[in-house]
Nanobody, 121 residues
Framework: QLQASGGGLVQAGGSLRLSCAAS????????MAWFRQAPGKEREFVAA???????RSADSVRGRFAISRDNPKNTVYLRMNSLKPEDTAVYSC?????????????????WGQGTQVTVSS
């Protein structure tokens, strides 16, 4: 089970931090990721992190967003800086039983509920 939190309304240029707490995942290798979906658009990959700390992020957020995780707490974070109106979307966390990061949504077996992020101009 994945529980996401931290969304909200922020002005352009502002920051937010999303959190996603995982429970009930028994694998020792779990990749955790964030995806987002804006109204009328397809879901897109945002960032992912392996248990060892390897990360990958989308070109559209690189340099502004940072993914991190606290393994003892089974929690992944997404720090979002310099937010833009085009970052407005429902952000969902996901987890996959694998060692290496992937951007493919199909590889993620576990999904949490989304949290809304709205960036006003």
């Amino acid at each position: 089970q994945l529980q996401a939190s931290g969304g909200g309304l922020v002005q352009a240029g502002g920051s937010l931090r999303l959190s996603c707490a995982a429970s009930g995942l028994t694998s020792s290798n779990i990749v955790m990721a964030w995806f987002r979906q804006a109204p009328g658009k397809e879901r897109e990959f945002v960032a992912a992190i392996s248990r060892s700390g390897n990360t990958r992020s989308a070109d559209s957020v690189r340099g502004r967003f940072a993914i991190s995780r606290d393994n003892p707490k089974n929690t992944v974070y997404l720090r979002m800086n310099s937010l833009k109106p085009e970052d407005t979307a429902v952000y969902s966390c996901a987890a996959a039983d694998r060692a290496s990061v992937t951007t493919s949504a199909g590889a993620y077996r576990y999904w949490g509920q989304g949290t809304q992020v709205t960036v006003s101009s």
